[in-house]
Each structure stands twice: as structure tokens, then as C-alpha cells.
């Protein structure tokens, strides 16, 4: 079993849409989480950090629960600009000489059209 | 500032040969990762560095080995290079403190083919 596994999609939505993406993760120490956003042939990076209570930036909402070990990024009203595909990505401190590792799942292909 | 960079950004070997990745990480940073992402899969953690010590290191074969200097930049050295690693390899540096985990930078990467 993958430690994170999400769905690949890919999703086609129109403008103006909401859309959900979820993740879970395998390892119960994982202590962060992540959504990346990564477009094509470049680099990944940082949508935003995903917490327990729920946050919010914009019309991105991300939403963890650590007893169920699942995560959702959902995203409201569609902009052409958001194609791209998102990265769920855990992390857990290694402790002692090691900053731990980022690990992320397949990743969720979204194209939103005219 | 310069972010993160990578060189170089394409590169075709043929197999068994052997290929130098290089990764020059964004200004005050002092950690370096590196992951490798094959087409259609997220990055998978290959090793990480820091005070020029491999420091964790995920799974892959020994095939894999890299080095950090003491500037901080570093090196990805592939050998015996199979089909199957043609990928992106992405460099991510960070700095080695309690914020790491939200100022990890990614390079653009280097797309590497072998034939």
C-alpha cells in the first residue's frame, strides 16, 4: 500500500465549478501536511499547509482528520489558472541529524475549461 | 535572490553509462534534498544533506549517491543508468530549522532520458 494515495483523476471541470480532491495517508506518525500544486513540467510547490481545524486562503479550503487519516483540498469557483495537477504531501520529522522527508501521493490531475 | 537551481535542465544518456545531476539551493539554505519523479507519479525521496553528510535516505539502490560541499550546493551521481530511471529529479532545499517543513523550495528539475 502506498503511504499516500490519491485519486489521479483527472478532473475536468468547467469555470466557476467547486471541486474536491481527497488523500489519505498510511502512517499514523505523519506529523505535517501539505497540498502542493504543480503544473506541467515544473516544479512542485506550496499551496498550503493543512491543519486539524481547517484553513482556509482564498477559494482554497484544506481540511484534515488525523483519525481517519484523510485529507481534502477543496477548491471553489474555478479559474482557468487553476489547471494543474495537486500534490497531497505528508511529513514527519525524523528526529535526531535529520529533517525527515516530504512524501507525496500520485497526484490529481484538474483541467477546468471555458 | 536566486531559488533553487539545477543543471542540467535536459540531459539523453544512453544506458549503463553514469550522469552528474547539480543543485545550488536558494540563498541562507543549508539543506538539500533530492527526489526523483517519474511521469505521471509524485517525487519520491531519494536522500537528503546537510554539513555535507548523507543524513536520511529513502529507497533507492546504491546505484544512487550524491555529495554537498561546502557551500551548500550539491550533486546527484547516478551510475549503470537503467531505462527506468528516466525521470525528473527535483532538488529541494530548505533551512535547518523548525520552519523547514513550509520553506522547502523545489528547483525546476532535470529531465533526464536514457536510451
Known amino acids: 500500500r502506498k503511504e499516500v494515495e490519491q485519486d489521479p483523476g483527472p478532473f475536468n471541470v468547467p469555470e466557476g465549478a467547486t471541486v474536491a480532491f481527497n488523500c489519505t495517508y498510511s502512517?499514523?506518525?505523519?506529523?505535517?501536511f501539505f497540498w502542493y500544486r504543480q503544473d506541467c513540467r515544473k516544479e512542485p510547490k506550496l499551496l498550503m499547509s493543512?491543519?486539524?481545524s481547517g484553513n482556509e486562503d482564498g477559494r482554497f479550503t484544506a481540511q484534515l482528520n488525523r483519525a481517519s487519516q484523510y485529507i481534502s483540498l477543496l477548491i471553489r469557483d474555478s479559474k482557468l489558472s487553476d489547471s494543474a495537477t495537486y500534490l497531497c504531501?505528508?511529513?514527519?520529522?525524523?528526529?535526531?541529524?535529520?529533517?525527515?522527508?516530504?512524501?507525496f501521493g500520485q497526484g490529481t490531475i484538474l483541467t477546468v475549461h471555458p | 535572490d536566486a531559488g533553487v537551481t539545477q543543471s542540467p535542465t535536459h540531459l539523453i544518456k544512453t544506458r549503463g553509462q553514469q550522469v552528474t545531476l547539480r543543485c545550488s539551493p536558494k540563498?541562507?539554505?543549508?539543506?538539500v534534498s533530492w527526489y526523483q519523479q517519474a511521469l505521471g507519479q509524485g517525487p519520491q525521496f531519494i536522500f537528503q544533506?546537510?554539513?555535507?553528510?548523507?543524513?536520511q535516505r529513502g529507497n533507492f539502490p546504491d546505484r544512487f549517491s550524491g555529495h554537498q560541499f561546502p557551500n551548500y550546493s550539491s550533486e546527484l551521481n547516478v551510475n549503470a543508468l537503467l531505462l527506468g530511471d528516466s525521470a525528473l529529479y527535483l532538488c529541494?532545499?530548505?533551512?535547518?530549522?523548525?520552519?523547514?517543513?513550509?520553506?522547502?523550495?523545489f528547483g525546476q528539475g532535470t529531465r533526464l532520458t536514457v536510451v
Open positions: 493543512v491543519y486539524s
Open positions: 502512517n499514523s506518525a505523519s506529523q505535517s
Open positions: 504531501v505528508v511529513a514527519r520529522n525524523a528526529g535526531g541529524t535529520s529533517y525527515g522527508k516530504l512524501t
Open positions: 544533506y546537510y554539513e555535507e553528510e548523507e543524513r
Open positions: 529541494a532545499s530548505s533551512p535547518r530549522t523548525g520552519s523547514w517543513l513550509t520553506e522547502a523550495f
Open positions: 540563498s541562507g539554505h543549508d539543506t
